[in-house]
């Protein structure tokens, strides 16, 4: 069995299909998947999917890219994340590619972040992207190893995984580990420890081959985590087993 550790299925291109969303799960043995929250006017929509269903999880977060949207204070992730169901803190990081300027607010936001994770003894989902550097610099100025977590959809080099994995950090690769373009990706994905190696859609983006162009779904983090078996040289059954055992030590609250 598959378990899709990250996507975004309170998404409008996923939210509206959601049954057939769910049945493709099932159709492709992917039992479980974790529902990403991005920003706190958004996150009840969240909840509600992850409530609505056994096999799927929620996270509470404000997302790096987000500006026009309500600052988390840290007593109010903490009190979400006590919500049942949250099984982690984010998506939380830093990015910065899209914004310019002064980004001091959202590397503060990123400190919040873990130390409400820090509090509530959930892990953390980390995005980061052009800005690596700080990213880790922060995660070892707040402790963030005493939380732990995962990089979640890793595209950074060698020397950023190695670092998060000091953290004790998992790593985890979405449908990019696919594309041709992506070489240096797919060796990192075979050096990963086995132990913190994980697997995830990011949808309704980044369908992985043989799904480019299509929207990007749950079910299919099995192409992903064939491709990476393959690069591996393990079974699919046994990547399956593993990143399976990895989500539910890494994300202790979700129950399979």
Known sequence: ???????????????????????????????????????????????????AHANLFATVGVHPDYTDTPEPTVAELVAMAATPKVVAVGETGLDYYRLEGDLQWQRER???HIRAARETGKPLVIHTRSAAADTLAIMREERAGEAGGVMHCFTETWEVAQGALELGFHISFSGIVTFKNARELQEFAAEVPENRLLVETDSPFLAPVPHRGKTCEPAFVRNTAEFVAELRGESVDALAANTTRNFYALFSKATP
């Open 110 to 112: 990123f400190r919040r």
């Open 1 to 51: 069995m598959f378990v899709d550790s990250h996507c975004h299925l309170d998404f409008p291109e996923l939210a509206t299909d959601l049954p057939n969303v769910l049945a493709a799960m099932r159709e492709h043995a992917v039992t479980h998947a974790l529902c990403i929250g991005v920003d706190l006017p958004a996150w009840p929509q969240v909840l509600a999917i992850a409530h």
